[in-house]
């Protein structure tokens, strides 16, 4: 899982499906119309966002991969729009223009949050042969440039049986592995792909199998298996977690939300971030939990959402389940995360200190610092900064143990090491609401005390200390 949240890589991934316009009018609505009864709706604002494969591509963004888009659209307005709305993110769009061809808008009248209710006005027939072998030929030029690739069909035509073929053929050639969110019952347009993500809803309309038990189940991923000749086979389900079928074995890893608001976008989170798990050559266990984590985060919010590591990494903390090490943090990762949390409103605590030889003294101590806020962040001495500090027979404990023992406390949420003889540079970074130092500070300027809102001292417990416990271990006392 480490390697996955590392993001000092980032991924290449293709995304080829079905495009389209998400377009939302916001309104209020206080009576209804003396013509027919209908609600009237008193438009206040309008929106747009990418939709259909577009979900897909803002998941991967959001997570931090390199993004390219490769789809057929219509020589329309709306087809500007889709090109405006991918422009504005940082992927590359490879985009095929039909000409009679209607891109996709769904558009949505909302009042109190709530649908009132929705039009569309799209084409649905297979893009035409010259737009599929336009396609492909787009596909040869730069297949080289990504890791793996994504088939989100939406069922809008530009995924036809010819196309998926052609792409999927193309790729095992190459040795780019291609994850398939299906459409319809004919999962035979989908042969030689790595995988497929059907829910279980629709993969008993693919199978005709219906899932009510073990074997089943069994029965359904094996069909799949051998109907579109896949690697593995897997079978969404929904609050019951991800099934795959590999080496003839079934595992299915539980899902891990603790709410559910809307599952709307879940399947698009899924498949992303299987997507960017497995472009980090990761097994696909460890991407079943990562995509299980990602969704867990997604069905918490309303409407179609986006999920970042951070939030994934928070998410798994809190379910107590992360590994210690992912609470060590860099001073880069550190600052994008204080930034992240503050946008939150979570109110974010820093402390800092040597912590040589954890003790009574300095659990109680941090715990009393959790207690002012939500998020805890312990600046620790290196060890070079200790022995300037403390002298050269210190520290007795090295860094990283030391930051090791201090991450696994449960008040503690992060670490990050410094070098300088004080924290001023990482305070400045964290931007702390909450500063806390000892007692023994009492009447002295507290460093940092100028960039943290406020600035809170706390009594050690009497007796306890490192100096005192490394006397005691040498006999001294």
Not at 460 to 470: A, E, L, Q, V
Request: one cysteine or more; glycine letters at 6%.
């Amino acid at each position: 899982m480490k390697e996955i949240l590392d993001n000092s890589t980032q991924p290449n991934i293709l995304v080829i499906g079905d495009l389209m316009v998400d377009h939302y009018l916001w309104g209020s609505c206080d009576r209804i119309s003396p013509e027919a009864p209908v609600p009237i709706i008193d438009i206040k604002s309008e929106s747009s966002v990418l939709g259909g494969a577009g979900n897909v591509i803002n998941n991967l963004l959001s997570l931090g991969s390199q993004v390219g888009v490769l789809s057929v659209v219509g020589d329309d307005e709306v087809a500007e729009e889709v090109r405006y709305l991918i422009d504005a993110t940082e992927a590359k769009s490879y985009l095929i223009l039909q000409k009679g061809r209607s891109t996709s808008k769904k558009s949505r009248i909302m009042a109190s949050k709530s649908q009132i209710v929705r039009y569309d006005h799209e084409s649905r027939n297979n893009v035409s042969f010259d737009s599929a072998d336009k396609l492909y030929a787009k596909l040869q030029q730069i297949i080289n440039a990504y890791d793996i690739i994504l088939l989100s069909d939406y069922g809008k035509g530009v995924l036809t049986k010819h196309v998926t073929k052609q792409v999927i053929s193309l790729a095992n050639k190459f040795g780019k592995k291609v994850i398939v969110d299906p459409k319809g019952t004919d999962y035979t347009k989908y042969k030689g792909a790595y995988f497929l993500t059907p829910n279980k809803k629709e993969a008993e309309l693919a199978t005709g199998i219906k899932i009510e038990s073990d074997d089943t189940l069994r029965s359904a991923l094996d069909t799949l298996q051998k109907t579109a000749k896949l690697d593995l086979s897997l079978i969404t389900l929904s609050e019951d977690g991800i099934s795959v079928l590999k080496d003839n074995e079934v595992t299915i890893k539980p899902t891990v939300a603790r709410e559910v608001y809307d599952v709307t976008g879940a399947g698009d989170t899924v498949l992303a971030s299987l997507g960017y798990a497995l472009s980090k050559d990761v097994d696909i266990y460890t991407a079943l939990e990562f995509a299980n984590l990602a969704a867990g985060v997604v069905v918490g919010k309303l409407g179609s959402a986006t999920v970042t590591l951070d939030e994934i990494e928070e998410y798994k903390a809190s379910l107590h389940k992360s590994s210690i090490e992912l609470h060590i943090k860099t001073r880069k990762e550190i600052k994008k995360i204080s930034k992240r949390l503050k946008e939150q409103n979570k109110k974010v605590v820093f402390t800092n200190g040597c912590f040589d030889i954890l003790h009574k003294g300095h659990v109680a101590y941090l715990n009393t610092a959790k207690s002012y806020g939500d998020v805890l962040i312990v600046g620790l001495n290196s060890d070079d900064s200790v022995k300037r500090l403390k002298g050269e027979d210190r520290p007795v404990n090295g860094e990283e143990d030391r930051a090791y023992i201090l991450s696994a406390l449960e008040s503690v949420d992060y670490v990050v090491v410094f070098e300088e003889d004080t924290p001023y540079e990482l305070i400045s970074k964290v931007k702390p609401d909450i500063l806390v130092k000892g007692a023994d500070y009492e009447g002295k300027e507290v460093v940092g005390s100028d960039i943290a809102k406020e600035t809170k001292l706390v009594k050690f417990i009497d007796g306890k200390s490192t100096s005192r416990t490394i006397d005691k271990i040498l006999g001294n006392s």
